[in-house]
């Protein structure tokens, strides 16, 4: 079955420095997604990505935060200057369809990201 | 906006018992519903879906869930859990756009 591959599975970074999460949707797929999970918080959206722009994102997605899919196969999430906050579990989902609400997506199995 | 809550954050049941965990949205138009599994060290498998048709709804592993509109519930069941089961268990509602909105999430446990 198709999956959706990110990498690394942990990343550890000092405050303030700028770290890159990287994500490999499922080939045909052209919705990309970032997600968040703070340990013992809900799953909250970030960002939807189609045609090479944001679609969406919460209010969560500052300027601290950009996305990029700099060739056919990568997406990637950077976060520019890291606050002890933004340690998470950050997940990556793709989906064939715009509606990625009402169909789902598949979900990569996420990049667990500590600042200290 | 829709939102989702997962009103009991730990469940501890026994293997070979049955499994209910309950699910309550909140949406305007007609829901488009989730369960997703995490497994530890796991990313989210979704285990069924719901947006239309039929109200029980069947997935992976054995588990189903039921829509009630009246009741503005999907709560997931299986009836007999394998120890293999003991992973955190979300709840998430979506419309006709991008994103989905996930609950708290239920731990269960399971006992031998």
């Known amino acids: 079955e198709p999956e959706v591959t990110q990498t690394p599975s942990h990343q550890v970074t000092q405050m303030g420095q700028e770290v890159i999460l990287r994500c490999v949707p499922i080939s045909n797929h052209l919705y990309f997604y970032w997600y968040r999970q703070i340990l013992g918080q809900k799953v909250e959206f970030l960002v939807s990505f189609y045609n090479n722009e944001i679609s969406e994102k919460s209010e969560i997605f500052d300027d601290q935060f950009s996305v990029e899919r700099p060739d056919g196969s990568n997406f990637t999430l950077k976060i520019r200057s890291t606050k002890l906050e933004d340690s998470a579990m950050y997940f990556c989902?793709?989906?064939?369809?715009?509606?990625?609400?009402?169909?789902?997506?598949?979900f990569g199995s996420g990049t667990r990201l500590t600042v200290v | 906006a829709q939102s989702v809550t997962q009103p009991d954050i730990h469940i501890t049941v026994s293997e070979g018992a049955s499994l209910e965990l309950r699910c309550n949205y909140s949406?305007?138009?007609?829901?488009?519903l989730f369960w997703y599994v995490q497994s530890p060290g796991q990313g989210l498998q979704l285990l069924l879906k719901y947006f239309s048709g039929d109200t029980l709804v069947q997935g992976i592993k054995g588990f189903e869930a039921e829509f009630k509109r009246s009741q503005s519930s999907f709560n997931l069941r299986k009836p007999s859990v394998h120890w293999s089961d003991a992973a955190e268990y979300f709840c998430a509602v979506g419309s006709n756009d991008y994103k989905l909105s996930f609950g708290a999430g239920t731990t269960v446990t399971v006992r031998a």
């Open positions: 949406y305007g138009a007609t829901p488009y």
């Open positions: 989902a793709s989906s064939a369809a715009r509606q990625g609400g009402r169909y789902g997506y598949t």
